[in-house]
């Protein structure tokens, strides 16, 4: 079974920083690309940040190029997404997601491709 646990978020100032982790148990984590997304009240999920299975490629949204930074840590099963400057608009439940199946390897920014999530953690930035 597949598990997905967030943390690291919170209340913050706007300019501040906020690392996320998601932790990752299952054996196919390492050969797994993840993404990360995120959801404003009253909005629809929305694409973040992803990286590759070897993190060789990462992507981000246009809104977050420059301020976040994704990376992973196959040895410790997590992926950490680094965000700088916060600004109030990145206020949302943040949640990291996993790709398994054939296709695993390669990043993406399509929600539809990924297949376990998890639970999410907020942030909330203050003007």
């Known amino acids: 079974q597949v598990q997905l646990v967030e943390s690291g978020g919170g209340l913050v100032q706007a300019g501040d920083s906020l690392r996320l982790s998601c932790a990752a148990s299952?054996?196919?984590?390492?050969?797994?690309?993840m993404g990360w997304f995120r959801q404003a009240p009253g909005m629809k999920r929305e694409f973040v940040a992803a990286?590759?299975?070897?993190?060789?490629?990462?992507y981000y949204a246009d809104s977050v190029k420059g301020r976040f930074t994704i990376s992973r840590d196959n040895a410790k099963n997590t992926v950490y997404l680094q965000m700088n400057s916060l600004k109030p608009e990145a206020t949302a439940v943040y949640y990291c997601?996993?790709?398994?199946?054939?296709?695993?390897?390669?990043?993406?920014?399509?929600?539809?491709?990924?297949?376990?999530w998890g639970q999410g953690t907020q942030v909330t930035v203050s003007s």
């Open positions: 997601a996993a790709r398994y199946g054939s296709n695993r390897f390669a990043a993406s920014a399509s929600l539809e491709l990924y297949d376990h």
């Open positions: 990286i590759s299975w070897n993190g060789g490629n990462t």
């Open positions: 299952g054996r196919t984590f390492s050969s797994s690309a």
